[in-house]
């Protein structure tokens, strides 16, 4: 079995993707753990997936998604464009 992190490496993704993929069911801990709790996955159950090209790309869209309409919310920080040449 395999923690979050090396789930992450193992399938190419960041940790903080392995809560996205979890969440979208497209990734399954063993067991029921807490939601709070430690998570591991069978490694045989990621080597499948690793070598899935329909799930990575499944998994790829997935990440893609979530950050996209986590980060619409957010105001663009971005400097201001000045339009009168007054750069102060």
């Known amino acids: 079995r395999l923690s979050i992190t090396e789930t992450a490496w193992f399938l190419g993704f960041t940790e903080h993707d392995i809560s996205v993929l979890i969440s979208v069911g497209l990734l399954k801990p063993l067991g029921h753990p807490p939601p709070s709790g430690s998570k591991y996955f069978a490694t ?11 799930w990575l790309a499944k ?3 997935a990440i893609v998604h979530h950050w996209k309409k986590k980060n619409a919310g957010r105001e663009s920080h971005e400097p201001a464009l000045v339009l009168n040449g007054d750069h102060r």
């Open 44 to 54: 045989a159950e990621l080597q499948s997936l690793r070598n899935d090209t329909r």
């Open 59 to 61: 998994a790829s869209d």
